[in-house]
Structures are given as structure tokens and as C-alpha cells.
Nanobody, 128 residues
């Protein structure tokens, strides 16, 4: 069982920045692929970004590429999402997720069903 706890959400003006954190329980964090997903009001949850076990491979949705950066600190069991140039359409609940399958340890997935554990989510609101 892996527990994921997100933090760092809040209200920010358009053009602003936020950094989300997700801390995982357990001793095998450095073997997990990690992802961030989001769900806006009235919409389905969607992929944002993912990162492989070492941090050497990252994958981004087109809507956030160039504005968001995913990173991880395996010594702290934590994955981060730095969000710059935020837009009102980035408003959503942001979830981190862990994929424990070693097959995908090198190339991270963007598919929700391949993630085994999920955090409770943190609200990000972009508004003036």
C-alpha cells in the first residue's frame, strides 16, 4: 500500500506560478513512475505529466508543455509540479499518482488505468 499526499495548491492570478508537491510513503519510491493528472469542474480527469524512476524521462500533455515542469527527489520520496504562466483553464483539482509496474519504470505512462495509487488531490484555482 502506497499513500500519496499532495500539497501546494491554492489561488493564483493568471500568469502566476505555483509548485505542487506529492510525498509518498514506503521505501521503494525510487522505483515508481509518477504522474500528475487534473480534473476541472464538469470535465473528466486528464493527464498532465509523468516522470520515470530516475527523473531522466518526462512526458507532458500538449496543453502544459513549456509551462509546467515535473521533477522528483527520491531521497525525500517527493515529486514536484512547477506550474508557470498559469491560465484560468488550468483551474482544476490536481492529483498525483504512482505506477508500480517495473515495465514502465523507464518510459512513464500517460494512461490513468496504469497508475496504481492516487492522492486525494489539491485544488488549484487561477483567477483574477
Amino acid at each position: 500500500q502506497v499513500q500519496l499526499v499532495e500539497s501546494g495548491g491554492g489561488l493564483v492570478q493568471p500568469g502566476g506560478s505555483l509548485r505542487l508537491s506529492c510525498t509518498a510513503s514506503g521505501r521503494l519510491f525510487n522505483t515508481y513512475t509518477m504522474g500528475w493528472f487534473r480534473q476541472a469542474p464538469g470535465k473528466e480527469r486528464e493527464f498532465v505529466t509523468s516522470i520515470n524512476w530516475s527523473g531522466g524521462y518526462t512526458f507532458y500533455a500538449n496543453s502544459v508543455r513549456g509551462r509546467f515542469t515535473i521533477s522528483r527527489d527520491n531521497a525525500k520520496n517527493t515529486v514536484y509540479l512547477l506550474m508557470n504562466s498559469l491560465k484560468p483553464e488550468d483551474t482544476a483539482v490536481y492529483y498525483c499518482a504512482a505506477d508500480l509496474d517495473p515495465i514502465r519504470a523507464t518510459i512513464p505512462s500517460s494512461l490513468q488505468f496504469e497508475y496504481d495509487y492516487w492522492g486525494q488531490g489539491t485544488q488549484v484555482t487561477v483567477s483574477s
